[in-house]
């Protein structure tokens, strides 16, 4: 083994691969790398990033990240979705690295909604499960899918009759569609199914661009009448649970012992995600549930269960992953770093927990990164206002200068700091910690020596707050000029 762990996170482009990022770029005996089939964010953030893999079940798959494996001598591969645990647990055998999280049967289990009910259901933890809409209100969703698509909460018989079969008028009554959702243009027939579609062999809608991912998860594009609708084998029913939500993150030793079992609330959504969140204390209850769901099914590191409080108030079980959350990060918060400890577990070290006692609460948005085609050597920065903002240090630019500094860059302050106030530029940078040795040059200028008459143009950039000064170096070197709110777009956020 190599003396750093080579560690692949696939795919790499959406919320928790960043969280994997997050939690492994740093670690000093971990080479991270990311790869994904469709390019989304990823290459904003792994230094070492592979793009554009085939599909995983297209022809010619294992053979391209097995040859990502070998030129990168990746010792394990984390999964990011549930459908990529499960096809690359199924296919370890064939795959050069070892797969993290679980054999193929937990893999399966916790994909499938209804294995999962149906390995539970001898546990006052596992919902009620209806064959028939005998009772109101009910849950339906997706034996596969992920992040609440296509499930829906059925009041009444008016709102999806004939066990989830079509409404009144045609329209598949679990996709949530009303009339005025279908498009103008389509001319549905009277029982529902659109004239002139020319379905294809497979039953997709010829001419509308759409493939099988495209299909909602209850429709099954293969049968030969599109008007079936819903597929109820494919959808779980159980009851209503209307109280308070947790997600439970867990992380299982090499051993199968269950080290760590971390609840953290889900207060805000967006896109299925918890965007807004908070650790919870650990109950003897959510315990419990723990304990049983590691000691049925199979796990290997990091893996997260979800609850819901029914109308009692008694936990019931949603659903079983075996990858990372991206809201995982509220238990790195705590000083437990799920995905690092799982990377250890992994390659068969020994591992144990440790938890900082307090609670941590995270929100989030989004968050701008950019890649532009600007290339610099020399970068010529302001002092008052610019770097030093008030009495304090703007930390962003602190940032992008000791990025320069990684990236061998030259910096020259270029400041009249002495003309406008009473002490020296050495004075202000030592009342602020800043060393003089960030700075290749310090040049101070009087009030009447205009700044672009001090910078070689060949391959800079100058920084600075004031307009004046900017409009000057612009119009005379013709050189890419920012304020201080645009020192973001050249920061690189990949490590």
Same mark, same amino acid.
């Given at each position: 083994?190599?003396?750093?762990?080579?560690?692949?996170?696939?795919?790499?482009?959406?919320?928790?691969?960043?969280?994997?990022?997050?939690?492994?770029?740093?670690?000093?005996?971990?080479?991270?790398?990311?790869?994904?089939?469709?390019?989304?964010?990823?290459?904003?953030?792994?230094?070492?990033?592979?793009?554009?893999?085939?599909?995983?079940?297209?022809?010619?798959?294992?053979?391209?990240?097995?040859?990502?494996?070998?030129?990168?001598?990746?010792?394990?591969?984390?999964?990011?979705?549930?459908?990529?645990?499960?096809?690359?647990?199924?296919?370890?055998?064939?795959?050069?690295?070892?797969?993290?999280?679980?054999?193929?049967?937990?893999?399966?289990?916790?994909?499938?909604?209804?294995?999962?009910?149906?390995?539970?259901?001898?546990?006052?933890?596992?919902?009620?499960?209806?064959?028939?809409?005998?009772?109101?209100?009910?849950?339906?969703?997706?034996?596969?899918?992920?992040?609440?698509?296509?499930?829906?909460?059925?009041?009444?018989?008016?709102?999806?009759?004939?066990?989830?079969?079509?409404?009144?008028?045609?329209?598949?009554?679990?996709?949530?569609?009303?009339?005025?959702?279908?498009?103008?243009?389509?001319?549905?027939?009277?029982?529902?199914?659109?004239?002139?579609?020319?379905?294809?062999?497979?039953?997709?809608?010829?001419?509308?661009?759409?493939?099988?991912?495209?299909?909602?998860?209850?429709?099954?594009?293969?049968?030969?009448?599109?008007?079936?609708?819903?597929?109820?084998?494919?959808?779980?029913?159980?009851?209503?649970?209307?109280?308070?939500?947790?997600?439970?993150?867990?992380?299982?030793?090499?051993?199968?012992?269950?080290?760590?079992?971390?609840?953290?609330? #889900?207060?805000?959504?967006?896109?299925?995600?918890?965007?807004?969140?908070?650790?919870?204390?650990?109950?003897?209850?959510?315990?419990?549930?723990?304990?049983?769901?590691?000691?049925?099914?199979?796990?290997?590191?990091?893996?997260?269960?979800?609850?819901?409080?029914?109308?009692?108030?008694?936990?019931?079980?949603?659903?079983?992953?075996? #990858?990372?959350?991206?809201?995982?990060?509220?238990?790195?918060?705590?000083?437990?770093?799920?995905?690092?400890?799982?990377?250890?577990?992994?390659?068969?070290?020994?591992?144990?927990?440790?938890?900082?006692?307090?609670?941590?609460?995270?929100?989030?948005?989004?968050?701008?990164?950019?890649?532009?085609?600007?290339?610099?050597?020399?970068?010529?920065?302001?002092?008052?206002?610019?770097?030093?903002?008030?009495?304090?240090?703007?930390?962003?630019?602190?940032?992008?200068?000791?990025?320069?500094?990684?990236?061998?860059?030259?910096?020259?302050?270029?400041?009249?700091?002495?003309?406008?106030?009473?002490?020296?530029?050495?004075?202000?940078?030592?009342?602020?910690?800043?060393?003089?040795?960030?700075?290749?040059?310090?040049?101070?200028?009087?009030?009447?020596?205009?700044?672009?008459?001090?910078?070689?143009?060949?391959?800079?950039?100058?920084?600075?707050?004031?307009?004046?000064?900017?409009?000057?170096?612009?119009?005379?070197?013709?050189?890419?000029?920012?304020?201080?709110?645009?020192?973001?777009?050249?920061?690189?956020? #990949?490590?």
């Amino acid at each position: 083994m190599n003396e750093k762990i080579g560690v692949l996170v696939f795919p790499a482009g959406e919320i928790n691969s960043i969280e994997l990022h997050d939690a492994l770029s740093d670690c000093v005996n971990i080479r991270l790398y990311g790869a994904s089939s469709v390019d989304r964010h990823g290459g904003f953030v792994f230094e070492h990033y592979i793009g554009a893999l085939p599909f995983m079940r297209e022809e010619g798959f294992v053979e391209s990240i097995n040859k990502v494996i070998s030129e990168n001598a990746i010792d394990l591969i984390i999964p990011t979705h549930d459908d990529a645990v499960l096809f690359l647990t199924e296919n370890q055998n064939r795959l050069n690295a070892k797969v993290l999280g679980c054999g193929a049967e937990t893999a399966g289990i916790c994909r499938d909604k209804k294995r999962t009910y149906e390995l539970f259901y001898d546990c006052d933890f596992c919902p009620k499960i209806f064959t028939k809409l005998e009772r109101f209100p009910v849950f339906a969703k997706p034996r596969k899918g992920q992040g609440g698509a296509g499930s829906r909460l059925i009041h009444s018989a008016d709102d999806i009759p004939s066990g989830l079969g079509l409404s009144a008028d045609g329209i598949p009554a679990g996709l949530g569609l009303s009339d005025d959702d279908i498009p103008a243009g389509l001319g549905l027939s009277a029982d529902g199914i659109p004239s002139g579609l020319d379905l294809s062999a497979d039953g997709i809608p010829a001419g509308l661009g759409l493939s099988a991912d495209d299909i909602p998860a209850g429709l099954d594009p293969a049968v030969d009448d599109i008007t079936t609708g819903l597929d109820p084998a494919e959808y779980v029913i159980c009851e209503y649970l209307p109280g308070e939500e947790l997600t439970v993150d867990c992380f299982t030793d090499k051993n199968g012992r269950l080290q760590a079992v971390l609840p953290r609330s #889900r207060q805000r959504i967006f896109g299925g995600v918890s965007v807004r969140g908070q650790n919870e204390p650990l109950t003897s209850d959510i315990e419990r549930i723990a304990d049983t769901i590691n000691s049925r099914l199979r796990f290997l590191g990091l893996w997260y269960f979800q609850i819901k409080r029914d109308s009692c108030g008694d936990f019931k079980l949603l659903e079983i992953s075996a #990858r990372c959350a991206g809201t995982m990060c509220l238990s790195r918060a705590l000083g437990v770093n799920l995905p690092l400890l799982s990377v250890y577990a992994a390659m068969g070290r020994e591992t144990e927990v440790l938890k900082n006692n307090y609670k941590a609460t995270v929100d989030r948005t989004l968050i701008s990164r950019y890649r532009t085609d600007l290339r610099y050597e020399s970068v010529y920065i302001d002092l008052d206002d610019t770097i030093i903002r008030g009495s304090l240090v703007n930390l962003q630019i602190i940032r992008f200068l000791y990025q320069c500094v990684n990236k061998g860059k030259h910096i020259i302050l270029v400041t009249r700091h002495c003309t406008d106030h009473g002490d020296s530029v050495s004075e202000v940078l030592k009342r602020h910690k800043i060393s003089s040795d960030l700075f290749d040059e310090i040049i101070e200028l009087d009030a009447e020596t205009p700044k672009y008459t001090v910078i070689e143009p060949r391959s800079a950039i100058f920084i600075d707050n004031a307009y004046a000064e900017r409009k000057a170096v612009y119009k005379k070197l013709d050189i890419p000029v920012f304020d201080v709110d645009g020192v973001e777009v050249l920061l690189d956020w #990949r490590t």
